[in-house]
C-alpha cells in the first residue's frame, strides 16, 4: 500500500477501536471521562488525515500517540490484562504497515509499563491471583508479544531494505538511461561536422561529372544525416524536451516533400503512391514544419520499410477549429501490418517489426515514436489502425493556426465539363490499391464539385464522352498503352487527356496529350483543368526561382578546413563573394580590415568559441558604424537551438549538413531583400 493508503487504513482501524473501547468503558462502568478524550482524539486523527498542511512525520506520530492511548485505557484496568497482549499484538501489526521500527520499540514498552503497573497492584477491581495456570498464561502472553514484535521488526527491515534497493536500482537505471541519451545526443552531434563534409563534397564532385559513385556517395551521406537526425530527435522525445519553433508555410510544400521524398526512395520503382490532398486545406499555415516534414517522411518511410506490393495512400486534410485548424494526415499501406502488442509497444519507443540482422529494410525503428513524441508535443495526437497481413494505417492530428485561409487549390469559376476517369479495375492486384485510386478521384471530385465518370474501357470512353460532354480523361500508363492509337486521334479533337506515367516514361513526338509523373495528386489534377492543354510542368510546383545573392560579401568561420571548402563552393554558387576564417581571433581581424556584409559562425571552435567571436564582432562594428549580419552555422542542431542563438545574439541559424532551403530561407530574411534577387543584382 502506498503511505497515503496506510494512512487512512490506520485511521479507520482505530476508529473502530476507539468505538469499541467507548462500548466497553459504558459496559463496564469505567471512568466516566475515557469518552470523552477518545472522542477528542478521533477528531484529531481525522484532521491529521484529511489536511494536507501536516508533515506525514507528524500525521504518524499522531496516529501512534492516539492508538498507545486507546490500549493504556483498556489495559491498565484488571479486568482486561490477560487481553492486553492479544491487543497489542493487533496494535504492532496494524502499525507494522508504515515500517517504522521505533513505533514497535514504543508500543513494545507501553506493554511492560501496563504489566508492571498491573504487579505493583494499583488500587481499584480484584488483585490478580499468581498461581501456576496465570503464571504460565502471562510468560505465554510475554513471550509471544515479544515473538511478534522481533517478526515486525525483521519484517520493515527487510521491507526497507527492499524498497531502498529498489530506488537504487531505479536511480542506476535513470542515470544510465541518461548517460545513454548524453552519450547518442553528444554522437550525433559530433557526426554532423563529417556528414556535412561527405554531403558537401559529393555535391562538388557531381558537378565535375565524375560518375555515379559521387551520387551514391550523396545518397549514403543524406541517408546518414536522417538517422542522426532521428537519434536526436528520440532522446528529446524519450526526455520529453521538444522544443517547438513556428514558422509560416504553405500546405502544399508539406505534400511536395511527401512526393520528392517518395521518388528519393528505394521503394518508389516497386510501389505505387497515391496522394489525395483536400483542395478546402488552408493555403497556408503556422506550426513547426520542420517537425511536420519529420512527421511526414518517417510515416513515409516506415509504409515503405515494410510494404512489399502494391502501394500507399496519403491524405492530407484540415478541419475547422477556433483556433484555427486540426491538420490531418493519414498514411495508408498496403503492408505486412502489425498486432495490438505491436501497436501498444510502438508508442513505448520499444518497437522494430524486423530486428534480424539480416533484414532488408533500413532505420534504427524508432520513427513512429519519433511520430508520437512530435505529435503529442504539438498538442494533437495518432491513431493507428492495423492487421497483421492487411496493412497499417495511421492518422495524426495536429492543431496548426491559420494564415491564409482561402483553399489550397482553387478551380476556375468558368469550369463547366466532365472529366472521365478511364482505369481498368483489374489490372491491380491488390484491391487496395484499386480504393485508393477511386477514393482520390472521388474525394476530388465532391469537393470541387466536378462532374466524374468512370470508364473502364474504351468503349465506355468512346460512349460517355459524347453522352455527358466530357472535355477531359484522365488514365493511367497502362491504360494508354494498350490503346495508344485511338487516344492520339483524341488528343487531336477538342478533349485534352492526360496520362499518369512513370517517370521514364514518354510520349511519342508531337504528341498533344499531357504527361503527369506519377505520384498523381490534386496539384497535378488542378493544373490540367485550370489550363488545359496550355498546362506545363504538371509536376510538383516551383514556388519560387532559386534566389541569387550576387555580389554579397561573406565571411565564413570554422575551425574545420573542410567544413571551409564546402560552405565557400556551395555559397560561390548564389555568386556570394566568400572569404574564410579557421578561428574566432582570424575572424575578428578579417572583420576589421575588410567589408563584410555577412558572417557565418561556427559555434564550438578552441580558444575563443562562435558566441564570444560573434559578440566582439558586433562590439567591433558597433564602434566603426558598420550593420553586420552574423548567422550561426553550426553541428548543434538540437531543439530550440535556434531560439538559443537567436537570444544570445545571432541572427539567424544553419544547422549543419547545410540544407540549401534553409540557407535560402535564413539569407531572405536576414538580408531584407539586399543582394536577394531572381537572378538579378545587388542592389
Not at 10 to 39: Q, S
Not at 461 to 477: C, D, H, S, T, W
Not at 531 to 544: K, M
Request: proline share 3%; hydrophobic share 40%; charged share 25%.
Amino acid at each position: 500500500m502506498t503511505q497515503n493508503k496506510n494512512g487512512k487504513f490506520l485511521v479507520f482501524i482505530t476508529t473502530l477501536a476507539a468505538a469499541g473501547l467507548i462500548f466497553e468503558n459504558l459496559l463496564l462502568g469505567w471512568e466516566f471521562w475515557i469518552p470523552v478524550v477518545v472522542i477528542a482524539g478521533l477528531f484529531a486523527i481525522w484532521g491529521a488525515s484529511l489536511t494536507d498542511r501536516v508533515d506525514d512525520f507528524v500525521r504518524e506520530i499522531i496516529y501512534l500517540g492516539f492508538a498507545s492511548l486507546l490500549v493504556f485505557f483498556h489495559g491498565v484496568h484488571r479486568t482486561s490484562f490477560f487481553d492486553t497482549g492479544i491487543v497489542m499484538i493487533l496494535v504492532m501489526s496494524i502499525f507494522s504497515v508504515l515500517n517504522r521500527v521505533y513505533m514497535m520499540n514504543i508500543l513494545l514498552f507501553e506493554y511492560f509499563v501496563i504489566l508492571f503497573m498491573h504487579f505493583i497492584n494499583l488500587p481499584g477491581g480484584n488483585p490478580i491471583v499468581y498461581d501456576k495456570l496465570n503464571i504460565s498464561r502471562i510468560l505465554l502472553h510475554i513471550v509471544i508479544v515479544i515473538l511478534v514484535y522481533f517478526v515486525n521488526v525483521r519484517a520493515i527491515s527487510e521491507r526497507s531494505y527492499e524498497e531502498e534497493d529498489k530506488k537504487k536500482r531505479e536511480k542506476l537505471i535513470e542515470i544510465n538511461e541518461n548517460s545513454m541519451e548524453d552519450f547518442l545526443s553528444n554522437i550525433s552531434h559530433e557526426l554532423r561536422t563529417p556528414v556535412n563534409v561527405v554531403n558537401g563534397m559529393s555535391d562538388l564532385l557531381m558537378k565535375k561529372g565524375v560518375g555515379s559513385e559521387a551520387d551514391s556517395i550523396k545518397n549514403a551521406g543524406v541517408r546518414l544525416a536522417y538517422q542522426i537526425e532521428d537519434i536526436q530527435d528520440y532522446t528529446e522525445c524519450k526526455r520529453q524536451n521538444v522544443f517547438l519553433e513556428e514558422d509560416d508555410y504553405m500546405s502544399t510544400s508539406l505534400i511536395n516533400d511527401v512526393v520528392t521524398s517518395f521518388r528519393m526512395s528505394d521503394g518508389s520503382r516497386s510501389l505505387d503512391m497515391v496522394v489525395d490532398l483536400d483542395p478546402d486545406t488552408p493555403n497556408m499555415m503556422r506550426g513547426d514544419i520542420r517537425k511536420l516534414h519529420k512527421i511526414f517522411r518517417h510515416l513515409l518511410d516506415n509504409a515503405i520499410k515494410f510494404t512489399r506490393e502494391g502501394g500507399i495512400y496519403v491524405k492530407l486534410s484540415s478541419q475547422s477549429m477556433g483556433y484555427g485548424v486540426n491538420l490531418c494526415i493519414e498514411v495508408t499501406d498496403t503492408g505486412i501490418g502489425m498486432d495490438r502488442n505491436a501497436i501498444h509497444s510502438v508508442s513505448e519507443g520499444m518497437f522494430q517489426a524486423n530486428k534480424k540482422r539480416n533484414r532488408s529494410s533500413g532505420g534504427i525503428g524508432r520513427g513512429l515514436y519519433i511520430v508520437y513524441g512530435f505529435s503529442h508535443r504539438m498538442g494533437g495526437f495518432v491513431k493507428i489502425e492495423s492487421e497483421k497481413n492487411k496493412g497499417t494505417t495511421v492518422r495524426v492530428t495536429i492543431p496548426q493556426k491559420v494564415v491564409d485561409p482561402l483553399p489550397c487549390l482553387r478551380l476556375n469559376e468558368d469550369f463547366s465539363e466532365s472529366v472521365l476517369y478511364h482505369v481498368r479495375p483489374d489490372k491491380y492486384r491488390i484491391p487496395m490499391l484499386r480504393d485508393f485510386y477511386r477514393n482520390m478521384a472521388t474525394n476530388f471530385a465532391l469537393k470541387m464539385r466536378v462532374p466524374l465518370y468512370s470508364a473502364e474501357t474504351v468503349y465506355e470512353v468512346e460512349r460517355l464522352k459524347e453522352k455527358v460532354n466530357a472535355g477531359y480523361i484522365f488514365m493511367g500508363q497502362e491504360e494508354y498503352e494498350e490503346n495508344s492509337g485511338y487516344f492520339e486521334e483524341l488528343a487531336k479533337e477538342d478533349i485534352v487527356i492526360a496520362v499518369s506515367a512513370d517517370p521514364e516514361f514518354t510520349l511519342p513526338d508531337n504528341s498533344r496529350i499531357i504527361l503527369m509523373p506519377k505520384p498523381i495528386y490534386a496539384y497535378s489534377i488542378m493544373k490540367v483543368l485550370n489550363e488545359g492543354r496550355d498546362a506545363a510542368e504538371v509536376d510538383i510546383p516551383n514556388e519560387s526561382a532559386r534566389p541569387v545573392f550576387k555580389g554579397v560579401r561573406a565571411l565564413v568561420v570554422d575551425d574545420e578546413p573542410m567544413n571551409l571548402v564546402v560552405a565557400s563552393c556551395l555559397f560561390r554558387d548564389y555568386e556570394m563573394v566568400v572569404d574564410t576564417a579557421d578561428s574566432g581571433k582570424d575572424a575578428l581581424r578579417k572583420f576589421r580590415d575588410n567589408d563584410y556584409d555577412i558572417v557565418f559562425m561556427d559555434h564550438m571552435m578552441p580558444e575563443m568559441d562562435g558566441v564570444e567571436a560573434m559578440k566582439r564582432i558586433k562590439e567591433v562594428a558597433g564602434d566603426m558604424g558598420k550593420d553586420i549580419v552574423i548567422v550561426a552555422l553550426t553541428a548543434n542542431a538540437v531543439s530550440g537551438a535556434r531560439e538559443m542563438f537567436i537570444k544570445v545574439g545571432f541572427d539567424g541559424f544553419i544547422a549543419k549538413p547545410i540544407n540549401t532551403a534553409d540557407f535560402e530561407r535564413v539569407m531572405l530574411r536576414v538580408m531584407n531583400g539586399e543582394g536577394a534577387g531572381r537572378g538579378g543584382d545587388r542592389s
